[in-house]
Structures are given as structure tokens and as C-alpha cells.
């Protein structure tokens, strides 16, 4: 009994469909989750822009609220504007780029600030004055009168 070796499977030439089938569907794959990974980083990076132009826009609204880079008296007034005799009420003030600022009278410290409040007890109603100095010297006045009752 004698085997015919030419009554066998042909010998195999070459890649075989299946490492050629592999080989594709694994290219596929690699495709896709580089795409995934693509879109993903690109859609992060344009949120990372759109936060950033959103934060500058509301850092420039803070900015222009606070006076922006113009001197300015931003606000002085009393509170309250009427007080009995012997009480005491508050003048608030704010500023932008003022160097220096004074109130008359008033025996207590003042400095420049964008929000602050010093306390004065007048015995008579009074006229205060806020003055407001930049660096240039320029200078802005204000004035405000607490009723004494």
C-alpha cells in the first residue's frame, strides 16, 4: 500500500485567506480607535478654546467693571444718608487707577480701593468731599451730604 503523494492537499502557496482576512480586519480596527481618538482630542481641544474665549470674556467684563483703565470715581455715598445726632453712618467709596484719595473731613485713614466703606460720626449735617489723584495728577471730586436730625 503505497501512498500517492499527489492524491494530498495541494501545498500552500503564499498567505493563506485567513492571514490575509486577519490582517485586514485588524487594519479596520486600528482605523476606527485612531479616528475615536482623533475626534476626541479635536473636540477637546475646541472646548479648551471655546472655555478659554469665554473666561477672556468675562475677565474683560470683570476688567471694565472695575473701571477698566480709565480714573474714575466709581461710586461715594452715604449709608444711611440720614442719621440721628450722635450716630454714626458709612461712606462708601471706589475708584480705578487712582494713586491717591482724600475725604474731607475725616480724621480717619482713607486709601484708594474699588469697594470700601470708613465710618464718620458728624454732629451737624455735613458736606464730605472725595477726591480722587492718578499718577498723572489729575483729579476728580465728589461730594455727598449726611443729614444730621
Known amino acids: 500500500m503505497f501512498e500517492d503523494p499527489n492524491l494530498g492537499p495541494p501545498p500552500r502557496k503564499g498567505m ?3 492571514v490575509i482576512v486577519t490582517l485586514i480586519v485588524f487594519g479596520l480596527a486600528v482605523v476606527y ?8 482630542w479635536h473636540r477637546d481641544q475646541v472646548m479648551q478654546k471655546q472655555a478659554a474665549a469665554a473666561k477672556r ?5 470683570v476688567f471694565e467693571g472695575m473701571g477698566g483703565d480709565r480714573f474714575d470715581i466709581l461710586r461715594f455715598f452715604p449709608y444711611p444718608g440720614e442719621i440721628k445726632r450722635g450716630d454714626s ?10 494713586k491717591s484719595v482724600t475725604l474731607e473731613p475725616q480724621p480717619n485713614a482713607v486709601w484708594p480701593a474699588f469697594d470700601r ?8 449735617t455735613t458736606i464730605y468731599t472725595f477726591t480722587a489723584t492718578d499718577a498723572a495728577g489729575h483729579m476728580k471730586s465728589a461730594t455727598v451730604t449726611v443729614d444730621v436730625r
Do not use: W
Open 33 to 40: 480607535v485612531g479616528g475615536v481618538f482623533y475626534t476626541r
Open 57 to 61: 470674556d468675562e475677565a474683560q467684563k
Open 16 to 18: 493563506s485567506i485567513y
Open 117 to 124: 466703606c470708613v465710618s464718620v460720626s458728624p454732629k451737624k
Open 89 to 98: 453712618t458709612m461712606l462708601c467709596y471706589g475708584v480705578s487707577n487712582a
